[in-house]
């Protein structure tokens, strides 16, 4: 028996009508995805919001709430109570505007990973927020033992960079939260992001009912295949249908682990030194955006 299989529960959920109840509702996610046997619980994009930007300013910043608020210290103590871990994300509070924000309790409740969304999504409602400034990883306590982990937040799949920094910190597992309609382009951009780094990617969307979602969140496991087997192997090992659900999806990191210990992607042939164009060239914001700050 293999004790080293991660269960990923992917909280596929339409959001309430308040911060309220989305903590209510979310609560009671948790707890179905521990009896279904979940090491990990994941929400979509800005769960404390639903994904709320509003265009008023002052409105938005009343939406967002703080990293030791209510709402999220009531998902820390349910980590704890459950021994299960929990990726909460929220619109947080911070000057000059809100972040895109996920906070990742471990299975004791204790803070293990904040990451604010970098690539926010300046051509649109995302321009009124701030971004995050660096990629994260940590060793996370789950059900099977340690676990390094980061995340990154729906559009930062769709730059190399995010991946490949967590990857080169030692990323084993991506928590992707998201919101935005998953089809073939955007799968195949997580499904490259775990090939090319040799690691799981987890992402969980909003479904069929939010607008502009389609759920359809996924697991792809790193693995494209194994040694001294033919063929190769589908990393797929969960895309979900568009219904609200609660989903999970199962990792190997014993066959995960060996992978990465013997194979050529990730960091074994790289040739950062001739980079250069990308290291080291300096780089202009490519467009001015709106000044929401005041």
């Not at 339409?14 to 989305?22: E, F, H, Q, T």
């Not at 990883?137 to 990154?152: R, Y």
């Not at 979900?240 to 990730?266: C, F, H, N, Q, W």
Request: hydrophobic share 40%; charged share 25%.
């Amino acid at each position: 028996m293999n004790d080293e299989i991660l269960k990923v529960a992917l909280l596929q959920l339409l959001p309430a009508a308040s911060l309220k109840g989305n903590l209510e509702k979310g609560f009671d996610a948790c707890v179905r995805a521990k009896k279904l046997g979940a090491d990990i619980a994941l929400f979509p994009e800005m769960w404390s919001s639903g994904y709320c930007i509003p265009e008023d300013i002052c409105e938005l910043k009343n939406l967002a709430i703080a990293e030791d608020s209510d709402f999220v210290c009531e998902f820390q103590m349910l980590a704890k109570k459950l021994e299960m871990a929990i990726g909460v994300t929220f619109l947080e509070k911070c000057e000059p505007l809100p972040k895109n924000t996920i906070m990742l309790f471990d299975r004791h409740g204790k803070l293990a990973l904040k990451y604010s969304k970098v690539h926010t999504c300046d051509f649109s409602d995302e321009a009124r927020l701030s971004a995050g400034e660096d990629f994260y990883v940590a060793d996370v306590e789950t059900g099977i033992g340690n676990v390094k982990i980061g995340s990154m937040i729906c559009f930062d799949r769709e730059f190399p960079e995010s991946a490949r920094i967590l990857m080169l910190k030692g990323a084993e597992l991506v928590l992707a939260p998201n919101a935005c309609p998953m089809e073939i382009n955007r799968l195949a951009a997580l499904r490259t992001r775990a090939y090319e780094n040799m690691l799981a990617v987890a992402t969980c969307n909003y479904p069929v009912g939010q607008p502009d979602c389609n759920g359809h969140s996924s697991i792809f496991d790193g693995v494209a295949w194994i040694r001294n087997e033919a063929g190769v192997r589908d990393m797929c090992v969960l895309e979900t249908p568009g219904e609200e659900g609660i989903y999970i999806g199962e990792i190997d990191m014993k066959m995960l682990r060996e992978y990465r210990a013997s194979e050529v992607m990730g960091n074994a042939y790289r040739h950062p030194k001739k980079y250069k164009a990308i290291t080291e060239c300096g780089i202009e914001e490519p467009f001015v955006r709106a000044d929401y700050r005041n």
